[in-house]
C-alpha cells in the first residue's frame, strides 16, 4: 500500500518550454502533496506544499509563477515548469501523506523525475 | 526553522560490519525523526522511523536511537550487506503541522566485500 507514481520518469525539453509533471497517489487518498528539487549529490530541497483544491505555498526563494503547482484532486498533483532553462534541469520528487493517523505524518514519495533542459 | 545535520558524509565497511549514521536537530519541537535510504535515479525509500516518545526502535538489521536531550539520532545498520549500500538521509518534522520535512545532507554507504 501507500503507492505514489510520478510521470514522466525523465523529459528532455528545449530552453523556453515548459513541461508538466505528474504525480498520482495509487492507493490512497492525498491530503498533501510535496514537490522537491534534487541536484547531484545532493539533499531533497522542498520546493512547495499543496493541499487538495488550495493554492500551493511554495518555499521560500521558489518562484510560484515559475513552478506551477497544480492539486486539483486527492490522487493527482501536477507541477509545471514553465519557460525552463538549463539551470532547471535536476531530479524532481514528489512525496504525499493520507488521510489515515500515521499516513497523515509519513512521507510516501514517488520515483522520482528528471529533467534535461537543453 | 528547523535545521539538521547528518554525518558523515561517506562511509565505507567491510560486509558484515555495522555502520553507524548520525543526525543532529536544531528544533525542539520537532517529534517525528524518519530515515531513508535512496538509490541512483530513484526516489527516497523509509526505511526506519521514531517519534520523540520513544528512544530506539528496531526493524530487523536495523535500528534507530533518538535522545530528544541532546536533540540527535542515529541510524545503526548490522552485519552491513552489498545491498545496503546507497545514500541514507535523516529528516525531521513536526507532527500535525503539513509534516514537512526537513532533510540531513545525506551519508554515501559503501560495503566493500
Known amino acids: 500500500g501507500a503507492v505514489v507514481s510520478q510521470h514522466p520518469s525523465r523529459v528532455i525539453c528545449k530552453s523556453g518550454t515548459s513541461v508538466k509533471i505528474e504525480c498520482r497517489s495509487l492507493?490512497?487518498?492525498?491530503?498533501?502533496m510535496f514537490w522537491y528539487r534534487q541536484f547531484p549529490k545532493q539533499s531533497l530541497m522542498l520546493m512547495a506544499t499543496?493541499?487538495?483544491?488550495?493554492?500551493?505555498?511554495?518555499e521560500q526563494g521558489v518562484e510560484k509563477d515559475k513552478f506551477l503547482i497544480n492539486h486539483a484532486s486527492l490522487t493527482l498533483s501536477t507541477l509545471t515548469v514553465t519557460s525552463a532553462h538549463p539551470e532547471d534541469s535536476s531530479f524532481y520528487i514528489c512525496?504525499?501523506?493520507?488521510?489515515?493517523?500515521?499516513?497523515?505524518?509519513?512521507?510516501?514519495f514517488g520515483p522520482g523525475t528528471r529533467l534535461t533542459v537543453t | 526553522g528547523e535545521n539538521v545535520e547528518q554525518h558523515p558524509s561517506t562511509l565505507s565497511v567491510q560486509e558484515g560490519d555495522s555502520a553507524v549514521i548520525k543526525c543532529t536537530y536544531s528544533?525542539?519541537?520537532?517529534?517525528?525523526f524518519p530515515w531513508y535510504k535512496q538509490e541512483l535515479g530513484k526516489g527516497p525509500q523509509l526505511i526506519i522511523d521514531?517519534?520523540?516518545?520513544?528512544g530506539e526502535k528496531k526493524d530487523q538489521r536495523i535500528a534507530v536511537t533518538l535522545n530528544k536531550t541532546a536533540k540527535h539520532f542515529s541510524l545503526h545498520i548490522t552485519e552491513t550487506q552489498p545491498e545496503d549500500s546507497a545514500v541514507y538521509f535523516c529528516?525531521?518534522?513536526?507532527?500535525?503541522?503539513?509534516?514537512?520535512?526537513?532533510f540531513g545532507t545525506g551519508t554515501r554507504l559503501q560495503v566493500t566485500l
Open positions: 512525496s504525499a501523506t493520507g488521510t489515515s493517523a500515521k499516513s497523515s505524518y509519513e512521507q510516501y
Open positions: 528544533d525542539s519541537a520537532s517529534n517525528y
Open positions: 521514531i517519534r520523540s516518545n520513544v
Open positions: 492507493d490512497f487518498q492525498a491530503t498533501t
Open positions: 499543496s493541499n487538495e483544491g488550495s493554492k500551493a505555498t511554495y
Open positions: 529528516a525531521a518534522s513536526i507532527t500535525g503541522t503539513a509534516s514537512k520535512l526537513t
